[in-house]
């Protein structure tokens, strides 16, 4: 069993802040990397964020210099910080993770439930 639980959504409005947090438990060998993706209404999914194991994290265009995304090991925990926020990131934001559970396999997609982010005029 592997679980990832996300939290920090709510609404705001337009120039507001949060704080969006994702903890993977469960059966865990290793966490290759960890992101975050969002989907509004009759678009489809998009990056907005993700980091991997000793690199530098990557950012999608329209998020760059206002979303900043870091990792916890320790407590194999990803956040989203997100500033400056519009009406047009108005989504629900999910989670993912790329996680090793056994040692001679490769790792595999994980997703959260989802968490809405909604930002008002």
């Known amino acids: 069993q592997v679980q990832l639980v996300e939290s920090g959504g709510g609404l705001v409005q337009a120039g507001g802040s949060l704080r969006l947090s994702c903890a993977a438990s469960?059966?865990?060998?290793?966490?290759?990397?960890m992101g975050w993706y969002r989907q509004a209404p009759g678009k489809q999914r998009e990056l907005v964020a993700r980091?991997?194991?000793?690199?530098?994290?990557d950012y999608a265009d329209s998020v760059k210099g206002r979303f900043t995304i870091s990792r916890d090991n320790t407590k194999n925990t990803v956040y989203l910080q997100v500033n400056s926020l519009k009406p047009e990131d108005t989504a629900v934001y999910y989670c993912?993770?790329?996680?090793?559970?056994?040692?001679?396999?490769?790792?595999?997609?994980?997703w959260g439930q989802g968490t809405q982010v909604t930002v008002s005029s």
């Open positions: 980091i991997r194991s000793g690199r530098s994290p």
């Open positions: 469960g059966s865990i060998l290793s966490i290759d990397a």
């Open positions: 993912n993770a790329d996680i090793q559970i056994w040692a001679w396999a490769l790792s595999s997609s994980y």
